[in-house]
């Protein structure tokens, strides 16, 4: 006895391809939506000197800051601090450079190459040089620039003169910068206890001036203040004190130590 075939009508077959296309189209819409909130909700603002403790970021993840109030004249570090006992690999990497309070596009990009990252123990380290993210972002858009700056020069009027004022230009302020940085944490190493899936990266992230080119950080200044007003105590008081001590502790200052409290113990006496 021979089975028969089903087949489905192709109206129907029809009906069915276009709700398994409707319903993808859709969880991808939501899908899209949810990692757009999820970015934005993920840019954290960072000024100098104002430290943010205790972090928390899921390994694997990334997240952006966008730092305010950077001089273009100044040298900037970028330090992240984690807790030896959780390995972790931390990435930094420049994604925007623009002025500060200027409202332009996300996916502008302004270091075209990944920025290196120093690591010392455990802290990851970006130099940032405002002045120089500024230049690179300057040769980026120079093409695009001298298309307006064509049309500017034919806009002008004929006897050449410009209505800016280019000496007050030039005695203005610099504007502050602002620089997204975005920060990558990975699981470094294996554990056997925890999964690196459903970790946590812990970490403090905290911007800092730096002096005479990168040398050392501005709070150093305290530090090195209290070394000035130690060494100028020790010199003053610990260091005669020192001397005495060890002069005394010599057999020939000792003898004539001796020698001199006994004459004057038989002055005294007589």
């Given at each position: 006895?021979?089975?028969?075939?089903?087949?489905?009508?192709?109206?129907?077959?029809?009906?069915?391809?276009?709700?398994?296309?409707?319903?993808?189209?859709?969880?991808?819409?939501?899908?899209?939506?949810?990692?757009?909130?999820?970015?934005?909700?993920?840019?954290?603002?960072?000024?100098?000197?104002?430290?943010?403790?205790?972090?928390?970021?899921?390994?694997?993840?990334?997240?952006?800051?966008?730092?305010?109030?950077?001089?273009?004249?100044?040298?900037?570090?970028?330090?992240?601090?984690?807790?030896?006992?959780?390995?972790?690999?931390?990435?930094?990497?420049?994604?925007?450079?623009?002025?500060?309070?200027?409202?332009?596009?996300?996916?502008?990009?302004?270091?075209?190459?990944?920025?290196?990252?120093?690591?010392?123990?455990?802290?990851?380290?970006?130099?940032?040089?405002?002045?120089?993210?500024?230049?690179?972002?300057?040769?980026?858009?120079?093409?695009?620039?001298?298309?307006?700056?064509?049309?500017?020069?034919?806009?002008?009027?004929?006897?050449?003169?410009?209505?800016?004022?280019?000496?007050?230009?030039?005695?203005?302020?610099?504007?502050?910068?602002?620089?997204?940085?975005?920060?990558?944490?990975?699981?470094?190493?294996v554990s056997p206890f925890v999964d690196p899936r459903t970790?946590?990266?812990?970490?403090?992230?905290?911007?800092e001036e730096m002096l005479l080119g990168g040398a050392f950080?501005?709070?150093?200044?305290?530090?090195?203040?209290?070394?000035?007003?130690?060494?100028?105590?020790?010199?003053?008081?610990?260091?005669?004190?020192?001397?005495?001590?060890?002069?005394?502790?010599?057999?020939?200052?000792?003898?004539v130590f001796v020698s001199g409290s006994g004459a004057d113990?038989?002055?005294?006496?007589?």
């Amino acid at each position: 006895m021979r089975r028969r075939a089903f087949f489905l009508p192709r109206s129907l077959l029809r009906l069915l391809l276009l709700l398994a296309a409707a319903t993808a189209a859709a969880g991808g819409a939501t899908d899209h939506g949810n990692n757009e909130q999820g970015s934005r909700a993920q840019l954290t603002h960072l000024f100098p000197e104002t430290p943010l403790h205790a972090q928390r970021q899921p390994c694997g993840a990334t997240r952006r800051f966008r730092l305010h109030a950077l001089a273009p004249d100044k040298v900037y570090d970028l330090k992240v601090s984690y807790p030896a006992s959780l390995p972790t690999t931390f990435a930094l990497e420049v994604a925007r450079v623009a002025a500060d309070g200027d409202r332009t596009e996300e996916s502008d990009r302004a270091d075209g190459d990944a920025v290196r990252v120093r690591r010392r123990l455990n802290t990851a380290k970006l130099r940032l040089r405002p002045s120089e993210l500024l230049l690179l972002l300057a040769r980026q858009q120079r093409d695009t620039q001298d298309e307006i700056v064509n049309a500017y020069r034919l806009a002008l009027p004929k006897d050449g003169t410009d209505n800016d004022d280019s000496d007050s230009d030039s005695r203005r302020q610099p504007t502050p910068v602002a620089v997204d940085v975005v920060l990558r944490a990975d699981v470094e190493g294996v554990s056997p206890f925890v999964d690196p899936r459903t970790r946590e990266c812990v970490f403090d992230i905290v911007v800092e001036e730096m002096l005479l080119g990168g040398a050392f950080p501005f709070n150093t200044l305290v530090l090195i203040a209290w070394l000035l007003l130690l060494l100028a105590a020790a010199l003053k008081w610990v260091f005669p004190f020192l001397l005495r001590k060890i002069a005394l502790e010599l057999p020939a200052e000792r003898a004539v130590f001796v020698s001199g409290s006994g004459a004057d113990s038989d002055r005294k006496e007589s």
